[in-house]
């Protein structure tokens, strides 16, 4: 173990090193196959224009277009003739057409049509070549893809917090200059809201964030939770924020639950997955949702995902950025690609050493051969999640700290319990569970 001595930059100067199994994300790096066996958005619906449009995911070069007919097409940027962007090709009524010289190519890159060439090169060109290209499926405004290999493509997962009755789900962008773990890590570590989004500056969100709470971590086969559990005033608020594995995360309402007023299973406000543009970038594409369970109507105005996403809107000068930091600073702020060596992890990074080790897990298993786990084989219907709030009536009763805890962790044991429980009477029984538990207390 190193000792700490005063003045010794010298001795600490130098590069760190990179947790590399998980930061690097390009074709056939091992976080980058392990994330090519998921689905994952790679756009907003109302940014795919009647042009093509360039963009980068987990370190590939790609289009994203619509042809005429609607259809939706992911493909390999250059074109397989003499290399030509298709960003500069024309949408068609079946496919694009390369710019340079004319060759047409379906959204599945099948190569249609070769013009100006003798007879017979076309049908050679056509049986021997192809244009890269993924599947694509949009849900609710965003546009998802497929990167991985064919025949390991898993189902489209739908969890339930994106299909609950009467909410609006507002697709947005968040974008980081950083690697994906950095801006995943922040879902895992309830403290930074006390500190970062709290004390350190001003009140992001609400006053009850700024208490600590008690922290607590749990495995689940789909991914992590960290809880977060703190008094109010004569209440107990429990926030939940989760991982699904690899890349999904949720959290509880921005400005719904402040801790001051009751709610039983109030649902993630921001559904969102942190997907790596390459090693040095990431784009976080979500929806915020608004409506009973999620957060309030007030905030689905411009800017509103912005600050339900991180408490303060993304593009500000850099002394403001100074002045009240918020999730883009912190992360970005550690570097394109933090250096873990350097790190010194305590006791509320248990969350994050969890996650860290189980993908390395599952990581190492993928290079051997076994194929991970998806929640569409757990779940086949509706994936249930836990990403959200719960505020109790409970005061203050001896060891607050003790019972806090204990608190909870009963909120969280009466969910796991329901978790078969189809989603309506989930709901029911979860919430009549809560309202149990206010009644009469903590099962002895
Ligand atoms: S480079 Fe695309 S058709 Fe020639
Ligand atoms: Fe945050």
Same mark, same amino acid.
């Given at each position: 173990m190193k000792t700490s001595v005063p003045f010794d930059g010298y001795r600490r100067s130098g590069p760190g090193g990179h947790d590399e199994l998980l930061v690097r994300v390009g074709p056939g790096t091992p976080a980058g196959e392990y994330l090519r066996r998921y689905w994952h958005p790679v756009a907003m619906a109302e940014e795919v224009? /009647?042009?093509?449009? /360039?963009?980068?995911?987990?370190?590939? +070069?790609?289009? *994203?277009?619509? #042809?005429?007919?609607?259809?939706?097409?992911?493909?390999?940027?250059? $074109?397989?003739?003499?290399?030509? @962007?298709? =960003?500069? %090709?024309? $949408?068609? #009524?079946? %496919?694009? /057409?390369? $710019?340079y010289h004319g060759w047409l190519f379906d959204v599945d890159g099948t190569v249609l049509e070769v013009?100006?060439?003798?007879? %017979?090169?076309?049908?050679?060109?056509? @049986?021997?070549?192809? *244009?890269?290209?993924? !599947?694509?499926?949009?849900?609710?405004?965003?546009?998802?893809? &497929?990167?991985?290999?064919?025949?390991?493509?898993? +189902?489209?997962?739908?969890? #339930?917090? *994106?299909?609950?009755p009467g909410h609006v789900m507002v697709p947005y962008r968040a974008p980081f200059r950083c690697n994906w773990l950095q801006v995943l890590d922040a879902i895992l570590d309830p403290l930074h809201t006390a500190f970062l989004h709290s004390r350190m500056s001003r009140e992001q969100f609400s006053r009850g964030f700024g208490e600590i709470g008690e922290m607590k971590f749990y495995e689940r086969p789909s991914g992590f939770l960290g809880t977060a559990t703190r008094r109010v005033d004569d209440n107990v608020w429990v926030r939940v924020n989760e991982v699904v594995l690899p890349n999904f995360t949720q959290a509880g309402a921005a400005f719904a639950a402040d801790g001051t007023r009751r709610r039983y299973f109030g649902r993630t406000a921001f559904a969102r997955w942190v997907v790596p543009v390459d090693d040095h970038e990431t784009t976080c594409l979500?929806?915020?949702?608004?409506?009973?369970?999620? +957060? !309030?109507? @007030?905030?689905?105005?411009?800017?509103? !995902?912005?600050?339900?996403?991180?408490?303060?809107?993304? +593009? /500000? !000068? &850099?002394? =403001?950025?100074?002045?009240f930091p918020a999730d883009a600073e912190a992360t970005e702020g550690m570097g394109a690609i933090t250096e873990h060596d350097r790190e010194n992890l305590v006791p509320s990074d248990r969350g994050i050493t969890l996650c860290r080790r189980r993908m390395r897990k599952i990581i190492a298993a993928l290079q051997k051969g076994d194929e991970p786990d998806h929640v569409t084989s757990m779940w086949p219907s509706m994936v249930p999640t836990y990403g959200g709030d719960t505020v109790l009536r409970l005061p203050a009763n001896g060891d607050d700290q003790a019972f806090l805890r204990r608190v909870g962790v009963a909120v969280m044991e009466l969910q796991f319990a329901a978790e078969t429980l189809a989603p309506d009477e989930r709901d029911a029984h979860v919430i009549a569970a809560l309202k149990d538990l206010e009644a009469n207390g903590l099962p002895a």
């Open positions: 224009g /009647r042009m093509p449009g /360039r963009l980068r995911i987990l370190g590939e +070069d790609l289009v *994203l277009f619509r #042809d005429r007919s609607g259809r939706y097409g992911l493909v390999h940027r250059n $074109c397989p003739h003499r290399r030509a @962007s298709l =960003e500069f %090709g024309v $949408c068609e #009524d079946r %496919g694009i /057409r390369c $710019c013009p100006g060439q003798p007879e %017979g090169v076309e049908e050679r060109v056509r @049986s021997s070549t192809r *244009l890269g290209a993924y !599947p694509v499926r949009e849900y609710k405004g965003l546009v998802f893809a &497929y990167l991985g290999p064919p025949e390991h493509r898993p +189902d489209f997962p739908v969890y #339930d917090t *994106l299909e609950m979500a929806w915020a949702i608004f409506g009973e369970r999620g +957060d !309030p109507e @007030s905030y689905n105005v411009p800017g509103g !995902p912005e600050l339900i996403e991180q408490g303060e809107l993304f +593009d /500000r !000068p &850099y002394e =403001e950025r100074q002045r």
